[in-house]
């Protein structure tokens, strides 16, 4: 079992940047992958980034690439995404998630099974 708390959005305006952090509990950190995904009403939810065990490898939706970086500290069980040069087409819930595919490189949903409650990520034009 696996708990994640995700904190750290909130209004920004255009252009600006926040950092979200997703706190871990319950299994060994270091132990599985971690995504990040956003939703925004009546749309499914979609990958936005996603990093290896160690953090070695990550991987990028082309929506963010070049602006959003995602991080951990597996000695504070937390993983990070800054998001630069905001957009509003970026405003949605967020949410963290556990990757338990075999590799910890998968970028579909179903590959997921423990989620976060999100935080809200509005961006004003």
């Known amino acids: 079992q696996v708990q994640l708390v995700e904190s750290g959005g909130g209004l920004v305006q255009a252009g600006g940047s926040l950092r979200l952090s997703c706190a871990a509990s319950?299994?060994?950190?270091?132990?599985?992958?971690m995504g990040w995904f956003r939703q925004t009403p009546g749309n499914e939810r979609e990958f936005v980034a996603r990093?290896?065990?160690?953090?070695?490898?990550?991987y990028y939706a082309d929506s963010v690439k070049g602006r959003f970086t995602i991080s951990r500290d597996n000695a504070k069980n937390t993983v990070y995404l800054q998001m630069n040069s905001l957009k509003p087409e970026d405003t949605a819930v967020y949410y963290c998630?556990?990757?338990?595919?075999?590799?910890?490189?998968?970028?579909?949903?179903?590959?997921?099974?423990?989620w976060g409650l999100g935080t809200q990520v509005t961006v004003s034009s």
């Open positions: 998630a556990v990757d338990n595919s075999p590799y910890g490189l998968d970028t579909r949903i179903r590959a997921y099974d423990y």
């Open positions: 319950g299994r060994t950190f270091s132990t599985y992958a």
């Open positions: 990093i290896t065990r160690n953090g070695g490898n990550t």
